[in-house]
């Protein structure tokens, strides 16, 4: 299953996620060795961001992608105060200069704030002209916000899980008929989806680890691209594992089941 973007890159479902890496520095090994494991094992999409560890994580995974670029479809976010069109340009390059690069596949404006969408999309557009980032898009916009935005947007990043399906009800298929994928942040619920015990016996009885689950969920429509952490090798390719599978009907309604998705539209969540 690959997600198709509105200006034509492909990338695989399963992602990898960078927040709170780099944040303690007896985890530096072991969390660059998590990403290399991660592209080793067929992940492609790594997501960062300018104020993930004030920096600390896109200089990490410039470490960690150092000598295979060309392998990462590589996004980062800029902040809203940032998001001016002096402001963007400054921060677009402060995030290569940390992440060793010339480009990025990607650039999101992280959440909504005071500058005017326009100014925003217009800096965008100077960038990809200039060759700085290839495409768009935003990230924690709901319906209403997504409606005011101008063309081009290729992405809206969202808190997106079995606890947290509010989405479902407008978001996503306003998104849908614009073709414009999801990015779904969270997927494990910072790993607290991972405690429930009738996650766990579901799990067990397919095959899969509660995170595998989980995420083969998250990424089932095939236009949801899942980023979760992975903090250990082991963790990477666990992830990298759930590329390909299809939860049968009976698993899917059993989550739905666990998990209702309400019945009416809900403001969109954020962590």
Not at 2 to 21: D, Y
Not at 89 to 95: E, F, T, W
Not at 154 to 179: H, I, K, M, W
Not at 233 to 248: D, K, P
């Amino acid at each position: 299953m690959s997600i198709r973007f509105p200006h034509g890159p492909t990338v695989p479902e399963i992602g990898i996620g960078t927040w709170f890496v780099g944040d303690e520095p007896t985890r530096r090994d072991d969390e660059i060795a998590a990403i290399r494991a991660g592209l080793d094992a067929g992940l492609r999409v790594i997501d960062t961001a300018e104020v993930y560890g004030d920096g600390r994580a896109e200089d990490l995974v410039g470490e960690a992608i150092r000598g295979r670029r060309d392998d990462v479809f590589l996004v980062s976010k800029v902040l809203p105060y940032n998001a001016s069109a002096a402001g963007v340009r400054r921060a677009v390059h402060a995030s290569l200069r940390r992440l060793g690069t010339d480009r990025l596949d990607l650039y999101l404006l992280h959440w909504r704030g005071a500058v005017p969408f326009g100014e925003t999309v217009a800096a965008f557009e100077r960038l990809m002209d200039d060759g700085d980032i290839l495409a768009w898009g935003v990230s924690n916009l709901d319906l209403d916000d997504m409606s005011e935005l101008p063309p081009g947007c290729a992405t809206d990043q969202v808190l997106y899980n079995p606890s947290r399906r509010g989405p479902e009800v407008d978001l996503f298929p306003l998104l849908r008929a614009q073709s414009i994928p999801v990015m779904a942040y969270s997927p494990l619920e910072q790993a607290r989806m991972l405690d429930d015990p009738r996650l766990a016996e579901l799990a067990a009885s397919v095959g899969l680890s509660p995170a595998q689950l989980v995420l083969a969920w998250v990424v089932r429509e095939g236009d949801v691209l899942a980023i979760p952490k992975a903090g250990s090798v082991a963790h990477a390719r666990e992830n990298a594992a759930v590329l390909g599978v299809t939860l049968s009907a009976d698993v899917q309604a059993e989550i739905d089941r666990l998990f209702p998705a309400p019945r009416h539209p809900v403001p969109l969540e954020m962590l």
